[in-house]
């Protein structure tokens, strides 16, 4: 098999998993128990918290544990009161798409790279916005957004709300699930008041995630219950998922500069041995991604006869796909119907060597080329 699906899941890595398991067998306690083994439990849950926070330059009372990114992304949304307006990244996946939904929402324009228009982002923040939602890396296309530039022009906004006595806060949140792998992330230099971090993208265990909190951020709660995560989502800690989600960040950060080069130099073999190709994320990608299109054929068609061959990609996001939905992500960068259909999503991972790379690629341009055959009977 040679996965090339990175984006969609990564697995386990042996690490993250040998970390997890005494919290399965012998430490399975409640953390909120009152004998001591139960104390040592919820000291080392407190402990992870910590380091997860400490990945991103935070403090562990600034993150919540969610399960999952989407509930990351869904407990962001309710910072803001009800009748605020809302702007996300017309790329942004569905679970900032939906949560933003529910208010009354504008789309922000992409350029051709799936860059931020700050134009269009500026002409866009009314009075009573209250939320700007800005992926920092995209999960199609692996492009990397200006996030540092949004959050100045949010500081000179909120100044301008003060001198007016506006009332409305503003918060920029940012999800983050993507980016863990590649880049050094900073809340302070991000200038985010909200970060969504996923456990399942940086070969850790699904359905664990976190949101970074700014201080002045009030949230409120997801889950009603016994109080946990500052009653803010509660419900029994997930403690084995966050033991394991404080080693797959802790691996990741220390592989960053590894990671870069590796996935740089295994993009440039698939663009240079892959043939007849229109290169889609050209500028601005993170280096694991590589979206190709195959004008006039039909990815889902390729997808298959790569399976055939052991060779696993995807069209775009894992849900989308599923659905047999067109990715709203190239339509938003201006790509036909056609260029649309003939995409495919490479994302590179620890799973891959070099090796593999090269016999993808072959393996790619034989499945081209006999989709082609076929067609032209
Ligand atoms: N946000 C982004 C950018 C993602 O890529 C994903 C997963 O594919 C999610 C959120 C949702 O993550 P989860 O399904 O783990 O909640």
């Known amino acids: 098999m040679i996965y090339l699906d990175h984006a969609a899941a990564t697995p386990v890595s042996a690490k993250v998993l040998e970390a997890m398991k005494p919290y399965f067998l012998d430490e399975f306690f409640n953390p909120s128990s009152a004998y001591l083994p139960a104390k040592k439990v ?13 990945a991103i330059g935070a403090k562990g009372n600034d993150i919540i544990i969610t399960a999952g990114a989407t509930e990351a992304n869904n407990l ?21 798409r939906n949560p933003a939904r529910q208010f009354d929402y504008e789309e922000i324009e992409v350029d051709k790279n ?19 939602s800005v992926a920092l890396a995209n999960n199609e296309l692996g492009t990397i957004q200006p996030l540092a530039e949004i959050a100045s022009l949010i500081r000179e906004i ?28 900073n809340v302070a230099r991000l200038g985010v008041d ?3 971090l996923n456990a399942a993208k940086v070969y850790g265990p699904k359905g664990v995630g976190a949101l970074y909190v700014a201080h002045d951020v009030r949230l409120k709660p997801v889950t009603l219950g016994g ?3 500052n009653g803010l989502r509660s419900g029994t800690q997930n403690v084995p998922g966050v033991i394991g989600f404080a080693v797959a960040l802790k691996n990741a950060k220390e592989h960053l500069n590894g990671n870069r080069k590796k996935y740089a130099e295994m993009r440039k073999v698939l663009l240079n041995e892959v043939k007849d190709y229109e290169l889609i994320n050209k500028k601005y990608s993170l280096d694991n991604f590589v979206v190709l299109c195959f004008d006039g054929l039909d990815a889902e068609r390729l997808i298959y006869a790569l399976e055939d061959r052991g060779v696993y990609v995807s069209t775009g996001a894992a849900c989308a796909a599923s659905k047999g939905v067109r990715s709203h992500v190239l339509m938003a960068i201006g790509l036909t119907e056609s260029e649309i ?20 690629a072959k393996i790619i341009n034989e499945v081209v080329e006999a989709e082609k055959a076929r067609i032209s009977g």
């Not at 962001?76 to 996300?88: D, E, G, P, R």
């Not at 790329?91 to 900032?96: C, G, I, K, P, R």
């Not at 909120?158 to 992330?185: C, G, T, V, W, Y």
């Open 42 to 54: 919820n000291a080392d849950y407190e402990a992870a918290k910590g380091e997860i926070a400490h």
């Open 76 to 96: 962001a949304f309710t910072a803001i009161s009800s009748n605020a307006k809302v702007l996300y990244l017309k790329t942004e996946h569905d679970s900032v």
């Open 114 to 132: 799936g860059r931020i228009v700050l134009d269009d982002l500026k002409k866009k923040i009314s009075e009573n916005t209250e939320m700007i």
């Open 158 to 185: 909120r100044i301008e709300r003060m001198q007016k006595k506006n009332p409305h806060p503003l918060f920029l949140h940012s999800d983050a699930s993507q980016a863990m792998n590649l880049l050094d992330i």
């Open 194 to 196: 909200l970060l969504t």
């Open 227 to 229: 109080g946990q995560e």
């Open 341 to 360: 259909a003939g995409s495919l999503r490479i994302t590179l991972g620890e799973t891959n060597t070099l090796e593999q790379i090269h016999e993808a």
